[in-house]
């Protein structure tokens, strides 16, 4: 008995130490896979605030802070909010949660204390592998409020997490019509860990779904309204895209949303609204939506700056194995700006959103009102020259438009009444359309050189534009000297970039700054073709990735300047530079944006496409849809052209289309322009008689007589009104037959 006591000791002490051991491997491994509170915390500030209490700021408290003709600036010194009030109507936007709907917040947690917040952040413990992100807010770290003081007309205050370590330091302003909220990067202080984005003041104007006519504005193809909706269920799904498209040198979801051209985006509840501008960082963003419903019961709408993105390490020489990580460096701008304009009564909606955009492009960013070429609407011919298709030993070249034909095309077009053609030539370079690098010269299967000149002399003799199509960030040719281990795109693992194009893949993505110098190289050749311009496609002008290539290294801000210096040069040795799907960061450089968006990604909680974009360009710059020829709906389609005040595009070549059913990147099913082109003279008509008149006209209005008839008005009183229904629509004084469009003067004649 007394050994078996004795075994019993022995056994049980032996297992406590087991299980004492196992407890302290778990805490440590705990400890190392989530971020713990910052070891050694920034000190605090002697002007620091006492430590907040999570909760709504005491209005009673906040003092007067700025004011400018038509809005007071009012600002809290314990929490750094803010709100500001109309002078005429008294409406108010806040900065954080409408006191009057906190009590119905169903979110819990740290997304509470999140909405409460003026600022949120993301972080990850960069020293341990096995760290997790974390999501932590200024209230809910119980944070201080340093340095808090009034600057003209705004404040500036820095939010010190004080578990965590971080130092946010935010001004705000405001001025004329907009309030600015500024994040100031330089400033920024992480402490022990390392910062991958932040949100400032998230809630500013948010709003639950009391309004049945509120909607959020998101950038989303031409621009998309998700409606307020009290009874959206079972969708928790929320937008969050990167400003200017994804960068390849990092990790990126896969979506099949529209990449956002505009670095914009709005609210509208009641009679009151604001649209939102990413002014200064905006490349290192992404903008974050949640309707109500999603995250908590507000549908708001807010910047998210991003200074981290997770990548893709390889430990391989192919790529394909490897762990993801984040980048250590943070990414560089000297400021996170934002700007929010205030918009109400019955300048509230989107229309009015976009107004408001096409001012700022104007006073901002140097944009200036069209000079029409003539009194007709241009009208865009696209010409494939040629392309490659898969042969026995060795691909095969396929002629499609030579520049004779070309010539001949174009003749034709004006004899069928298409009174201003610009001709863009692709696939014009050696061995075609699929075949990138070293553009210069022309092939001569299609007339060379020589015949592109006397092409261009051509068609400005009828009283057209040639230009050339041009991409310059592939190369699968290796002309013009380019070597893909030297000049090839490079993501943060030093992984070479490649793509698909067409039906080829593994095609490599050249270096920006390699693709600049080529593009600036060729201008001497471009202009002794005497063709008006170039037509950028595949990148410049539409495409941002930062390249870690040694050789040509360069960040997203220095590819995007990069790019804007091309457009530039170009516009200025041959007069027009235009670009294929444009971000708005190419414009004024850019006069033209070829095959702009015009519908939206189809999110479940999206509800409709508007035309944001169209408004706030036109007038400004030319822009056309989709190929006429290649329309998903064709009848719609045509018809959303005249709604949006989009000029005709037609694809074409000479060659029979079945010619190109095995081409490599121009497989399109029915170009042969002689199939097409009486209907897209009959069409150029109809849009040339109702918009020919409103080429440097600004939209002022756009809006929804009746389901399915569209309304857009112009500055000079012209209104275009659409009806995409099969029954015709009768309107005050005037009718629009089915699926057909009209125009109405100012005096109300059509």
Known sequence: MKRQLTAFIVTAGVTGLLLLGLIWLIQKDAEGSIPAANPAPAEIAADASAPIEPGLPDESRFTAAGESESFRLWADAVTGHFKVESKASGRIWRSYPDPAYWGVETASGVWKTNFLSPVMLEYIDATNSKSQTKLTNWMEEKGVLEGYERLENGFRAVFHLTSSGFKIPVEVRLIEDYVEIKVIDGEIEEGAFSLLNLKAYPQFGAQPSKDKNGYLLLPDGSGALVRFDENRTGDKSVYREPVYGADLAFYNEMTSRNEIRMPVFGLKSGEQAFLGVMTEGEAYAKLFAAPAGSLG?????????????????????????????????????SSRSARYYLLEGEAAGYDAMASRYRQYLIEEKGLARLQPDGEDIPFYADLIAADLQQGVLWDDYIVGTTTGQAEKLVSELKQAGIGSVTAIYHGWQKWGYSSYGGLFPADKRIGGNQGIKKLAEAVQGMGGRLLLAANYSLNNSGRGGFWHLNDGLRNLAGTLQETEAGRQSDIPIVSPLYAFREAKDDLRAYK?????????????????????????RATRLEVQEGQRSVLHETANALGFAAVEDAGVYALPEAGHIHRIADDYSYDLFTDEAVPFAQIALHGLVTYTLEWGNLRDEYVEEYLRSAEYGAYPAYVFTAAPSERFKEAYSVWYYSMNYRDWIGTASAQYKKLNETLREAQDQYIVRHRELAPGVKETVYENGLSVIVNYNDA???????????????????????
């Open 297 to 333: 019961t507000s549908n708001w709408i807010s910047p998210e700056w991003q200074y981290r993105i997770k990548f893709f390490q390889s430990t391989d020489r192919e790529g394909t194995e490897g762990f993801y990580t984040f980048s250590k460096d943070r990414f560089e701008a």
């Open 528 to 552: 002794e073709l005497g063709i008006d311009g170039v037509l950028f496609t595949g990148g410049i002008g539409s495409a941002l990735h930062t390249d870690y290539n040694s050789r040509n």
């Open 728 to 750: 015709r629509y009768q309107g005050a004084g005037f009718e629009v037959p089915a699926k057909d469009f009209i125009s109405l003067t100012k005096e109300g004649g059509e």
